[in-house]
C-alpha cells in the first residue's frame, strides 16, 4: 500500500532559504539555479514519500512555514491549533540520573542504539552546498572529533579514501553509509558524492559520528546489552565536548534544525533489540506499545519474537525525558515478557496463579474454587493425568475464554467438579439442570431438510463441514506421548489408505513436508499449524511434527488431519454453496471410518474432545460468505448470536476479494443432533445472505433476528 505523502497534501514544495540566492551570487557553478528551482518539486519523484519534503537550509522553517508547519504538527502528532513548542535542551543529570542495566542477565535486550542529529550554523542543507562548502564543514567536525579524549578518542575516515578491508570492517559493524536513499538522491542531498564525507569511529567502536551523510553531523551510541543509560551518557558527553568546539542550529520553537521534518526537536532517535517472544505469541505488542508511546518494528519475522523497539516522540520533550521513556517503556516490556514466561512448579501454583488474577475473566478461574481445588489437586487419571495437566494453558494465559482442556477421556469424570459447570455456562444449562446429549443421528441422506445455497450472485466462497474425533484407549494431546501419537497416526492411516471413490486419496506426514508447501497448504486451509497459543500453552504441540500428517483426497474436497488439537478432524470441503453435496461426503466418511477405528464417545457428553467446546456432536458447519455491508453494522454479532451461529474474520494480510469475507459457523455442538446442528447452519446462513442483501441495497441499517 502507497504510504500517504503529507507534502502533497500541504502544496508539494522542497524550500530553498535565503542560501538560495546567496549562491546564485557567488556563481556557484555545482548548483545552477535552475537546478535549485526545480528541487522545489522534488517530492514529485517519489510520490510514496510518507513526508515528501527537505528544508533545504534553516531559514527554510520560517520562510516556508505555511507549508512546514502543518506538515511538522501531522508528522510529530502535535495539536493542529496550538503554536509549536519545543523545550530548551536538557541531557539531565548524568550523575544522579536513575538509568541502571534494565537486563543484567542478558535475557531480553540484545543492543541498543541512540542517534543525534546535528547542523553547523551558518551552513546550508545538503542541496544547497556544493563541494568546497561541503569540505569545510568535513573539516570543521573533524578537528572538533580530533578533540575527543579518553574512551571518545578515534579515526576518522574519509569515505574516498576507504580501503575495501576498512570498508568491509565498518560494513559488518553497521556503521558505513552510501547514498543508495532515492529519497535523499532526489532531494539532493547525495551531490559531489563521496567528498566532503567520513566516518569518526573510536577505539572500542561504541561510538560513531558520520560526517556530511543527511545532516550535517549524526552521532552515534552503540550499547551492546541493556546498560540503555551507559549508551545514553557515552553519547551525551560526547554532544556537550564537540558543543565547545563547534556552534549546531537551534530553534526556539523547533528545537535542533535537520535536513529532513520529520528528525526536528531533540532529534534523538533511541532503538533497543529486545527479545520479547512470549508477549508477541500472546499478540500483546501492538497494543503495548501504542501505549508506552514506543515504535516497533518485527527483526526476521513476527515469529522470531526478536524486535526493534525506538521512540516515538522527538518535539516537544527534552533528551532527557525522552531516555526516561523508552527506559520507562522497556522496563514494563520485560516485566509483562517475564510474566508471560513464567511457568509454576505445582499445580499449587497455578491454583495460586489464578486466583490472584484480578482480571483474569475465564471460565476455569471462576469455577475453579478453593472446595473444587482441594478435592481435585491430588486426584490423577489412568494416563496419569492431572489438574495441572488441564489447566496449566488458562494458568499462563488469562484472556483465556475457557482455559482448562482435557488431557484424556477420564479427565471429564475424574475432574467433573470442576469441567460440569465450566460446560455448563459455555453451553448455557442451567446449574440445576443435567447435562444431556442425544444420539448421533445424521439424518436421511436423501432426505435431509434444507438444500444447497443459491449459486446464481451467491456471496458463499466455500463450504466446510468437520469433525472432530478421539480414538478409545489413547490419552488426548496434552498428555500424549510421543510413542503414542506415533501409533494413533500409524492406526488411522491404515484406515486411510482403504478409501474408495471419491474419498480416495494419499497420506503426507508433517515430517516429510517442506516449509513451502506447509505454508501453501496452510494458505489454502487444507492443512493445520502449530501457532494458537492457547493450544502450545496446553502442550498440544508436544513432540511436533513427530506423528502428524494431513489426508487429501484427490479432487482435495475431502481432509482428515492426524493428531493436530485432536486425534482426527475428519473435513468435507469445496468452493461454492453445495452444502448437501459436502455434508454426505462427510457422513459418508465418518461411516467408513467407524467401521475400523473406534472413537470416545459419553452417554452425557457424546463425542469426547480435548477443549469442551466441542463436545457433543463435535461438529462444525461453516461457509466462507463475503459480508462487507452486513458486518460493517453495530449489530452484526448480535444479529449472529440470535442466529446461533458466530462469524470471524479472515486471517492476516487480506486482498481485495478477501475484505469483507467471514466464516460464519454453527455455535452449538452439545445438546442437538449432528443433522440439527448443520440445519441451524444453513437457516442462519440464508438470513445472513438476506441481511446481506438488505444492507447492500440500504435497507434498514439495524435489525434484530429473533
Known amino acids: 500500500m502507497m504510504r500517504k505523502n503529507v507534502c502533497m497534501r500541504h502544496v508539494c514544495c522542497v524550500s530553498l532559504g535565503h542560501h538560495a540566492g546567496r549562491l546564485r ?41 505555511d507549508l512546514l508547519e502543518p506538515i511538522i504538527k501531522e ?16 541531557f539531565g543529570n548524568l550523575e544522579k540520573a536513575n538509568l541502571e542495566n534494565l537486563d543484567p542477565d542478558g535475557k531480553f535486550i540484545v543492543s541498543s542504539r541512540i542517534r543525534i542529529g546535528r547542523s553547523q550554523d551558518g551552513f546550508a542543507f545538503p542541496p544547497l552546498i556544493n563541494k568546497e562548502v561541503r569540505e ?14 579518553e574512551s571518545l578518542k578515534g579515526t576518522y575516515h574519509k569515505l574516498a579514501e576507504l580501503d575495501a578491508e ?9 556503521l558505513m553509509f552510501d547514498d543508495s536513499d532515492r529519497f535523499l538522491q532526489a532531494a539532493g542531498g547525495y551531490g559531489d558524492w563521496p567528498d566532503g564525507r567520513g566516518i569518526f569511529v573510536n577505539e572500542e567502536k561504541n561510538f560513531v559520528t558520520w560526517v556530511n551523510e543527511e545532516d550535517h553531523l549524526r552521532l552515534f551510541s552503540l550499547q551492546k546489552g541493556g546498560d540503555i543509560g551507559a549508551g545514553y551518557k557515552r553519547l551525551v558527553t560526547a554532544v556537550k565536548a564537540l558543543e565547545e568546539k563547534l556552534t549546531f542550529v537551534r530553534d526556539d520553537r523547533l528545537g535542533y534544525l535537520t535536513f529532513c521534518p520529520s528528525n526536528l526537536g531533540t532529534t534523538m532517535h533511541i532503538s533497543v533489540v529486545i527479545k520479547v517472544p512470549h508477549l508477541a505469541e500472546a499478540d500483546k505488542l501492538k497494543a503495548l506499545f501504542e501505549k508506552l508511546n514506543l515504535n516497533a518494528t518485527a527483526v526476521d519475522g513476527e515469529e522470531s519474537g526478536v524486535y ?14 525522552s531516555i526516561s521513556e523508552v527506559y520507562q517503556g522497556l522496563k514494563e516490556i520485560i516485566k509483562q515478557e517475564k510474566e508471560l514466561a513464567w511457568r509454576p512448579e505445582n499445580v499449587g501454583e497455578m491454583f495460586e496463579h489464578l486466583s490472584k488474577a484480578k482480571s483474569c475473566k475465564s471460565l476455569v478461574k471462576k469455577h475453579l474454587t478453593k472446595d473444587v481445588y482441594e478435592k481435585l489437586k491430588e486426584k490423577k487419571t489412568t494416563h496419569e493425568a492431572t489438574l495441572g495437566d488441564c489447566i496449566i494453558s488458562g494458568t499462563l494465559h488469562l484472556d483465556s475464554t475457557i482455559g482448562a482442556y482435557a488431557a484424556d477421556a477420564e479427565s471429564y469424570t475424574e475432574f467433573s ?16 439442570d443435567a447435562i444431556a446429549h442425544p444420539a448421533a443421528d445424521f439424518g436421511d441422506l436423501e432426505n435431509l431438510g434444507f438444500t444447497e445455497f443459491e449459486a446464481e450472485g451467491s456471496p458463499i466462497v466455500s463450504t466446510r463441514v468437520a469433525v472432530a474425533r478421539s480414538q478409545k484407549d489413547f490419552a488426548f494431546s496434552p498428555v500424549l506421548k510421543q510413542e503414542d501419537r506415533v501409533q494413533v497416526e500409524q492406526k488411522v492411516v491404515e484406515v486411510l489408505k482403504d478409501l474408495e471413490g471419491e474419498l480416495k486419496g494419499s497420506y503426507s506426514s508433517l515430517e516429510g513436508l517442506s516449509t513451502e508447501l506447509q505454508e501453501q497448504l496452510q494458505k489454502d486451509r487444507l492443512l493445520f499449524s502449530n501457532t494458537d497459543r492457547f493450544l502450545k500453552a496446553a502442550n498440544v504441540y508436544n513432540d511436533w511434527p513427530a506423528g502428524r500428517g494431513v489426508f487429501v483426497n484427490d479432487e482435495k474436497t475431502f481432509l482428515v488431519w492426524v493428531n493436530e488439537e485432536d486425534h482426527l478432524r475428519i473435513i468435507s470441503t469445496q468452493k461454492g454453496g453445495d452444502v448437501v453435496g459436502v455434508y454426505k461426503r462427510l457422513v459418508n466418511a465418518i461411516k467408513t471410518l467407524e467401521e475400523k477405528l473406534s472413537f470416545c464417545r459419553d452417554e452425557r457428553l457424546g463425542n469426547l474432545t480435548t477443549c469442551p467446546s466441542n463436545l457433543g456432536t463435535a461438529l462444525r458447519a461453516s461457509v466462507l460468505v463475503k459480508i462487507p455491508h452486513l458486518s460493517a453494522r453495530k449489530n452484526f454479532k448480535t444479529v449472529c448470536d440470535n442466529l446461533k451461529l458466530q462469524a470471524r474474520a479472515l486471517d492476516g ?42 444492507a447492500a441495497n440500504g435497507k434498514p441499517k439495524s435489525c434484530t433476528v429473533l
Open 136 to 149: 569545510q564543514l568535513e573539516t570543521k567536525a573533524v578537528e572538533a572529533l580530533g578533540t575527543l579524549s
Open 308 to 321: 526493534q523497539v525506538s521512540n516515538k516522540r522527538l518535539v516537544g520533550l527534552t533528551e532527557f525525558q
Open 417 to 432: 467438579p470442576l469441567f460440569d459447570p465450566i460446560i455448563k455456562e459455555h453451553n448455557k444449562i442451567k446449574a440445576a
Open 75 to 90: 508528522q510529530h502528532k502535535l495539536p493542529e491549533k496550538k503554536a509549536i513548542h519545543h523545550p530548551h535542551a536538557d
Open 653 to 694: 494480510e487480506l486482498t481485495e476479494e478477501e475484505l469483507g469475507v467471514f466464516e460464519v459457523s454453527n455455535k452449538r455442538c452439545l445438546g442437538l443432533t449432528e443433522i440439527e446442528a448443520v440445519k441451524e447452519m444453513v437457516s442462519g446462513v440464508q438470513e445472513i445472505v438476506r441481511l446481506e442483501k438488505e
Open 166 to 174: 576498512v570498508k568491509n570492517s565498518l560494513a559488518e559493524e553497521s
Open 25 to 65: 551570487a557567488e556563481r556557484a557553478s555545482a548548483m545552477p539555479v535552475d537546478r535549485l528551482v526545480a528541487r522545489r518539486v522534488r517530492c514529485i519523484e517519489n510520490l510514496d514519500s510518507s513526508i515528501g519534503v527537505y528544508a533545504c537550509d534553516p531559514e527554510a522553517y520560517k520562510v516556508f512555514s
